[in-house]
């Protein structure tokens, strides 16, 4: 009876194997199909029972190992797609941001230095330069503006050229009458304070006075 027993058990066995590939415990040396992966370890029922373990299903090592580097394939390219403060930084210094701090040009002040002699040059060289008036024109202008200086001073600074003392300039007798004396025509008078007008508004224009000091212009 008990060969009987001895035989069908190796028959059962040999019928497991020849269905299912063996596996060697680790612990005991046993070859069975069904192994329990505990501590490293691949254990037999047996063995994992007698170490208290439960008989429950464990991913092999091999495919443990593979798991966790295919997880961490799958969080590298976020980290590598997350900006870097400092290259942005950079970046934008690069392309030509200007920082916060940065300086800001001051507006063009005033200066005494400049006379009204300087001015009258100047504005005449800008005439001439920008070829909008003939010769004749800019000729013109320049005895307007010589005969500004002459009477008003050549060396007066910008700055100190009131309103009264322009119009002081358009109301005396170089400007309103002629050498033998007579008054002149309107028509001459208005260009000479024309041209000084124009010379004053041009310095402001320029920034070489803060306000062109021009009286009201009459009716």
């Excluded at 005439?127 to 008036?133: F, P, S, T």
């Excluded at 004749?136 to 005969?147: C, D, K």
Aim: glycine share 6%; proline share 5%.
């Amino acid at each position: 009876m008990t060969t009987t027993k001895k035989r069908s058990k190796s028959k059962s066995h040999v019928q497991l194997a020849a269905g299912a590939e063996l596996k060697r415990c680790d612990l005991c040396g046993a070859e069975t199909a069904n192994l329990i992966y505990s501590a490293g370890n691949a254990a037999c029922e047996k063995c994992a029972a007698a170490n208290g373990e439960a008989p429950k299903p464990e991913t092999a090592p091999k495919k443990r190992a593979r798991s966790k580097a295919s997880e961490n394939a799958a969080v590298e390219p976020a980290a590598a797609t997350e900006p870097n403060p400092a290259k942005l930084k950079r970046r934008g210094r690069a392309a030509g941001a200007a920082p916060a701090d940065a300086p800001v040009d001051a507006a063009p002040t005033a200066s005494d230095a400049i006379t009204l002699g300087s001015l009258c040059e100047r504005y005449v060289a800008a005439l001439d330069a920008g070829g909008e008036h003939s010769l004749a024109t800019t000729r013109s202008y320049g005895a307007e503006l010589r005969m500004a200086c002459r009477e008003i001073g050549s060396d007066v600074a910008l700055v100190d050229l009131t309103v009264s003392r322009v119009q002081k300039y358009f109301d005396c007798a170089a400007v309103t009458t002629t050498r033998e004396g007579e008054p002149k025509a309107a028509v001459g008078v208005a260009k000479t304070c024309r041209v000084l007008r124009q010379a004053l508004l041009w310095a402001q224009h320029e920034g070489l006075v803060a306000q062109a000091p021009l009286p009201a212009a009459k009716d």
